[in-house]
């Protein structure tokens, strides 16, 4: 008959070889998971640990993705992810695929608003759902729009709400609004604190007195764009709707062009032709009807997306009349 002792000493071995066991499957399946085959020598602990960690950093990497993209609030804006050519330090795996990025210069690429990590051939298949990450998106001016909503998970560029929100507190009666100039220098002052500061920016009267210094920030950023309100794809079919005579099909044509355009684009533009509308009904005022309105905004909401100087200039016409009516118009188009 076994003493007790002898019995659980028994009992203690079972338990060692048990969880010797469980280590070893787990082991195979971070081996499998780095795309390494498990022999009967094992890899060295020296080499293991780091392996290990380096396994589970990238399983911990694709967990935030799929989460990100169940659980994301805000507007659901699709968006393509900005790829850049990009060298890593140390190993990385590719966030699509999770096979290891081998090399050691220009491995992969890497998502310039988002942060992603993929190999360049798993760039194509990678989902539109970039979801810009603030740390990446350094800059408010000159910045894709969609880009700036997603990383301030907002429904149009803080830079047009906050100085809407300022000239229509203060300078709807205006003379001249949108048409006189504000002082370069302060336009540019304007500019980099939003860029530094973002919403913090101060462009109250106190800040700046003249009213013509925040509307002259509000265009800036509007020509700054990269892909302008009425982006370069949608472009033509706005022109075109602009050539029809007959009122009722001009105007249909105008709501099948708008919805060609992004979510945060057409939402922005929106907002921007309530207020240019809100502008006009001061006329008596500030002296800006729609048409004048339409003079100042169509080369910055829509420019050709070809370079050719001819079309461009002949175009000018049109650009002018699409904005015009979208102003006139915004109730019953948007």
Known sequence: MPSREAYEGQKGDKSLVQKGKREANQEEILAAALGMRMGPQKPPATLWQPLKLFAYSQLTSLVRRATLKENAAGPKYD?????????????????HCANFMWGLVAQGVKCADCGINVHKQCSAAVPNDCKPNLKHVRKVYSCDLTTLVKAHNTTRPMVVDMCIREIESRGLKSEGLYR?????????EVKMAFDKDGEKTDISGDAYEDINIITGALKLYLRDLPVPIISYDAYPHFIEAAKIDEPEKRLEAL???????????????QYLMVHLKRVALHEE????????????????????PDMD???????????????ELLIKKEDVLF
Request: net charge neutral; charged share 20%; hydrophobic share 45%.
């Open 255 to 269: 709501r099948e062009a708008i919805a060609l355009l992004a979510p945060s684009h057409s939402e922005t533009l």
């Open 285 to 304: 005022h500030n002296l800006m009807n729609a048409e004048n309105l339409a003079i100042i905004f169509g080369p910055t909401l829509m420019q050709a």
């Open 180 to 188: 006189i100039s504000g002082f370069s220098d302060s336009v540019e």
């Open 79 to 95: 968006k393509v992810h900005n790829f850049k050519v990009h060298t890593f330090r140390g190993p990385h795996w590719c966030e």
């Open 309 to 323: 100087a001819m079309k461009a200039l002949n175009d000018i016409r049109y650009q002018r009349q699409v904005v």
